[in-house]
């Protein structure tokens, strides 16, 4: 069998492994697993989060009905803007921050998958969507660290509960059912890889901030 031929969610997680494994050893998230990060710190990373989130959910808004693996896979819930909105409101921060150095360069990632590659779009929310996985914990350990019984302000971090393993396996089965050619797969893990390589880029802008 081809590297072509394995499932598409195989693919992109051994195709974005390396990638994945680096990201969750930056600075940024390692404070975040270990409590260490303030009610302020994740208030300002909320701001840079919500617009490249906002970005990718109007472009993929915009392609959506003439893509069909837009369609197929991405979902009104999977999009990420309300849920930034209502954290958002929670800490009484705004999304109009001035961008960071990493947030431009996702907007741009954003711009020319939508312009010119617009499948692309999939593969970044492949990894946005992937995120949740380890999300939920994160948001676990920073309801403890302070002293939170619900979920209130972390909803970008948990947004689907008790839910999220079974949406996900629903996801990467609709994925999987695609007929996309071996051009089309390439693109999505690259586009993938892409993602990892802007999130990292912004933590670290976030994580020298801080320091």
Same mark, same amino acid.
């Given at each position: 069998?081809?590297?072509?031929?394995?499932?598409?969610?195989?693919?992109?997680?051994?195709?974005?492994?390396?990638?994945?494994d680096?990201?969750?050893?930056?600075?940024?998230?390692?404070?975040?697993?270990?409590?260490?990060?303030?009610?302020?710190?994740?208030?300002?990373m909320?701001?840079?989060?919500?617009?490249?989130?906002?970005?990718l959910d109007?472009?993929?808004l915009e392609h959506?009905?003439?893509?069909?693996?837009? /369609?197929? $896979?991405?979902?009104?819930?999977? &999009?990420? +803007?309300?849920?930034?909105?209502?954290? #958002?409101?929670? %800490? @009484?921060?705004?999304?109009?921050?001035?961008?960071?150095?990493?947030?431009?360069a996702?907007?741009?990632?954003?711009e020319?998958?939508?312009?010119?590659?617009?499948?692309?779009?999939?593969?970044?929310?492949?990894?946005?969507?992937?995120?949740?996985?380890?999300n939920?914990?994160?948001? /676990?350990? $920073?309801?403890?660290?302070?002293? &939170?019984? +619900?979920?209130d302000?972390?909803?970008? #971090?948990?947004? %689907? @509960?008790?839910?999220?393993?079974?949406?996900?396996?629903?996801?990467?089965?609709?994925?999987?059912?695609?007929?996309?050619?071996?051009?089309?797969?390439?693109?999505?893990?690259?586009?993938?890889?892409?993602?990892?390589?802007?999130?990292?880029?912004i933590?670290?802008?976030?994580?020298?901030?801080?320091?």
């Amino acid at each position: 069998m081809s590297a072509s031929d394995l499932p598409l969610s195989r693919m992109m997680k051994e195709g974005c492994a390396d990638l994945h494994d680096k990201a969750e050893r930056g600075r940024l998230p390692v404070r975040m697993t270990s409590g260490e990060m303030t009610r302020d710190e994740f208030a300002r990373m909320l701001c840079q989060d919500a617009i490249w989130n906002k970005a990718l959910d109007a472009a993929i808004l915009e392609h959506r009905d003439s893509i069909p693996g837009l /369609k197929a $896979l991405v979902e009104d819930i999977q &999009l990420q +803007g309300p849920y930034y909105d209502e954290d #958002l409101a929670h %800490y @009484g921060a705004s999304a109009q921050a001035e961008p960071t150095p990493g947030v431009k360069a996702m907007l741009e990632a954003i711009e020319r998958a939508r312009r010119s590659a617009p499948l692309a779009l999939l593969g970044l929310h492949y990894v946005r969507e992937g995120a949740n996985n380890g999300n939920r914990y994160v948001a /676990k350990k $920073l309801r403890a660290a302070w002293g &939170l019984n +619900g979920g209130d302000g972390l909803r970008t #971090l948990d947004p %689907y @509960g008790k839910n999220q393993r079974r949406l996900w396996e629903k996801f990467k089965a609709a994925l999987d059912a695609q007929p996309f050619t071996a051009e089309e797969k390439a693109l999505l893990v690259q586009a993938g890889r892409t993602m990892f390589e802007r999130v990292m880029e912004i933590h670290e802008d976030l994580a020298a901030a801080t320091a």
